[in-house]
């Protein structure tokens, strides 16, 4: 099956090494002949570079300078498990001599956390030099190595550089696509090696085209603008010695040819596989501005104009819905106000609540009570769904001002960490008042430990135990003992400080005061209608919420585990900003409902019925794995469940805590308006 995917013909893999993954990856980054810009419908007057690196400037070298390639990790779309490149049997890094390539690279936390780790390549570029069959080294691959390769072929590994911040890719006009990456090697079924089974082989000779224009500012400077690479499989003769050149490896280009490709095929387990590297270097002029470099990344994406009117239309029917449940409640609100104060007024002291009278008004009494059970529990959600609002809203909103970066690697998760930890008194400060209004104060240190603790505390137990699983893979996203440790520092030395600093400001505040007293015996709830029963009203509260933004969750989806690019995030802060709106709105209708059918414990459903918009997250996430991603063993599944089970937490937390400050806010107003002692 995997064979036919890779090769269907005796030319396909000579002259193109494109695999399937190289196909689905077309859609991706786009058709390079096709000219049309679609990305510029909703860039305006701003280049994509300016987008993505916001403040970037050109670096522009001059001839015979050194240019480093610096390698990215060895990853793949089916397993999600990336390694690190010198893990592979290949050269070691070149060192570099120019003093400005010297400096010293410093991880931030984002890029611990994912893996990353820039070294320099072992190709050595130097500034509008054309180099010819070059041999870099010679390295032995035992059978052991030899198994690994072939696995990494199989499971379609694709290997990422950089070159003045450019992304490799995989460039062919003729051929009609543009990939990011090269893969580790291709497999060849028998139809066409002739043999009685699959055959692996090994890309060790790469051809780098470098394009460029000149500086407008330098004449001896160019300003580099594509960065292509396409892979050789060639079994090299002879031996590597300096200043010696190979009978494969000479003036005369290299090319892919089926008599002389290298197979990855041990006949022993002592049977050792000498594999020659080597590389070619060409520079191009282009006509491509530099500040158009990026255009090739994202020209032609089928998906371009439906993600802008997806957006859009998501916008205009929150705005839509918005106005409608805000004329339908105010309407009916004002009436029954209207009608109940002016009774109120004609009578006076000697008012009673008539006895025909129903609805939410007969709640006036009850509508305050604090939930019956675990109301610690629920000021420990609403306070770390609070910190959660706040952190997220902030990283969105540098996004969009330009402050963040999105294609700075691990600068966004780094930032989105950061500011979890420094919002921590948004926590404290929202869970203790809240305790203070259910309850007399007696166990405020426990809800504010809890605060602290608790979600942290999930997320760290579920990494970590993921982490083991990598550990034993090799993988390069296993972190280290020094990245658990500083995450557990800042979670100890920052955050948690934090949150009792809101807390103990929380408990010295005033209390919440509400318009009504709450009587000392409690109303029966009648039997309520189906739709109003809680596990009902669970899933009819997320529906509209996530359906208003499940488009924009698919490319945010796509950005995670397909490789895709994902960088308009001013259109993610409004998104976000539809969901807070549907979430709110959704949460209040159901709470209205439930009150004017006589049901006064709303605490706990306006949670859940926001909460549910993390559960239908997770549910499209299951839909996503099985329709669109091809994982391949138990680990890579382990890994997306345990991820998205997280983001889905997250967002559960998110939404329940907006739908629990927006009802309460909602009924005091209501009842506020209303006239009773």
Same mark, same amino acid.
């Given at each position: 099956f995997i064979a036919s995917q890779h090769a269907t013909s005796e030319e396909e893999i000579p002259d193109s090494s494109m695999t399937a993954e190289d196909q689905e990856e077309v859609e991706e980054i786009g058709n390079v002949r096709q000219g049309k810009k679609r990305i510029g419908s909703f860039r305006r007057k701003e280049d994509l570079t300016s987008i993505l690196f916001p403040g970037a400037s050109p670096e522009e070298y001059r001839a015979g300078e050194e240019i480093p390639i610096w390698v990215d990790l060895v990853d793949s779309k089916k397993t999600h498990l990336p390694y690190q490149y010198f893990n592979l049997p290949v050269c070691d890094s070149l060192e570099l001599r120019n003093p400005n390539n010297l400096k010293k690279f410093r991880k931030n936390l984002g890029q611990r956390l994912q893996g990353y780790n820039r070294r320099a390549s072992p190709y050595e570029i130097i500034s509008r030099k054309d180099m010819s069959c070059t041999t870099l080294c010679s390295v032995p691959i035992n059978a052991k190595k030899a198994k690994w390769l072939r696995y990494l072929v199989e499971r379609q590994y694709r290997i990422h550089m950089n070159l003045d911040g450019l992304p490799v890719l995989m460039k062919a006009t003729e051929l009609n696509y543009a990939v990011r990456g090269f893969p580790?090697?291709?497999?060849?079924?028998?139809?066409?090696?002739?043999?009685?089974?699959?055959?692996?082989?090994?890309?060790?000779?790469?051809?780098?085209?470098?394009?460029?224009?000149?500086?407008?500012?330098?004449?001896?400077?160019?300003?580099?603008?594509?960065?292509?690479?396409?892979?050789?499989?060639?079994?090299?003769?002879?031996?590597?010695?300096?200043?010696?050149?190979?009978?494969?490896?000479?003036?005369?280009?290299?090319?892919?040819?089926?008599?002389?490709?290298?197979?990855?095929?041990?006949?022993?387990?002592?049977?050792?596989?000498?594999?020659?590297?080597?590389?070619?270097?060409?520079?191009?002029?282009?006509?491509?501005?530099?500040?158009d470099r990026w255009d090739i990344y994202l020209i032609g994406s089928p998906d371009d104009e439906v993600h802008l009117f997806s957006i859009l239309n998501s916008f205009m029917v929150c705005v839509f819905l918005s106005g409608t449940v805000a004329t339908i409640i105010i309407r009916t609100l004002k009436k029954d106000i209207a009608s109940f104060n002016e009774m109120r007024a004609s009578l006076g002291s000697d008012f009673v609540m008539p006895e025909e009278e129903s609805g939410w008004k007969l709640m006036h009494g009850d509508?305050?009570?604090?939930?019956?059970?675990?109301?610690? /529990?629920? =000021?420990?959600? &609403? #306070?770390?769904?609070?910190?959660?609002?706040?952190?997220?809203? *902030? %990283? /969105?909103? =540098?996004?969009? &001002? #330009?402050?963040?970066?999105?294609?700075?690697?691990?600068?966004? *998760? %780094? /930032?989105?960490?950061?500011?979890?930890?420094?919002?921590?008194?948004?926590?404290?400060?929202?869970?203790?008042? /809240?305790?203070?209004?259910?309850?007399?104060?007696?166990?405020?240190?426990r809800t504010t430990l809890l605060t602290a603790t608790a979600f942290p505390a999930i997320l760290v137990t579920m990494f970590l135990v993921l982490d083991i699983f990598l550990a034993f893979q090799g993988a390069a996203t296993a972190v280290s003992i020094w990245t658990i440790l500083s995450i557990f520092l800042l979670w100890v030395c920052v955050s948690a400080p934090l949150v009792f600093a809101g807390s103990y400001f929380g408990c010295r505040a005033k209390k919440i005061s509400v318009p009504t007293k709450t009587n000392q015996i409690a109303r029966v709830i009648p039997e309520t209608s189906w739709y109003l029963k809680p596990v009902n009203s669970f899933f009819l509260g997320g529906v509209l919420p996530f359906g208003n933004v499940c488009i924009e969750v698919y490319f945010v989806m796509s950005a995670l585990w397909l490789h895709q690019i994902y960088y308009v995030m001013g259109f993610l802060f409004a998104v976000l900003i539809v969901l807070m709106v549907s979430t709110a709105e959704m949460c209040i209708v159901i709470c209205y409902l439930q009150l004017s059918a006589g049901d006064h414990q709303w605490w706990w459903s306006c949670f859940f019925n926001g909460a549910s918009v993390g559960l239908y997250l997770f549910m499209y996430s299951i839909w996503f794995l099985f329709q669109k991603m091809d994982l391949v063993g138990f680990l890579p599944v382990m890994i997306y469940i345990t991820y998205m089970s997280m983001i889905s937490m997250a967002l559960s937390l998110f939404c329940g805590a907006v739908g629990v400050l927006s009802c309460f806010w909602f009924i005091r107003s209501i009842y506020g308006a209303i006239k009773v002692d």
């Open positions: 580790v090697g291709f497999k060849a079924p028998p139809s066409y090696t002739g043999l009685d089974r699959d055959e692996y082989f090994l890309y060790n000779h790469i051809k780098f085209t470098i394009e460029y224009n000149q500086s407008p500012n330098d004449k001896n400077a160019v300003r580099i603008v594509g960065f292509h690479a396409h892979p050789v499989s060639i079994a090299h003769q002879g031996e590597v010695q300096k200043g010696l050149s190979l009978k494969t490896c000479g003036a005369k280009p290299v090319e892919n040819d089926k008599g002389t490709f290298l197979a990855l095929s041990t006949s022993g387990s002592k049977d050792v596989i000498q594999v020659i590297y080597s590389y070619e270097v060409y520079w191009e002029e282009s006509n491509t501005e530099w500040s509508v305050f009570r604090p939930p019956q059970n675990f109301n610690w /529990l629920l =000021c420990v959600a &609403v #306070g770390t769904g609070a910190q959660i609002v706040t952190a997220i809203g *902030l %990283t /969105l909103f =540098c996004g969009f &001002v #330009g402050i963040l970066s999105p294609m700075n690697k691990g600068q966004t *998760l %780094t /930032l989105t960490i950061m500011l979890y930890v420094l919002t921590g008194s948004v926590a404290g400060y929202t869970s203790s008042r /809240l305790y203070k209004y259910f309850d007399k104060g007696t166990a405020w240190n």
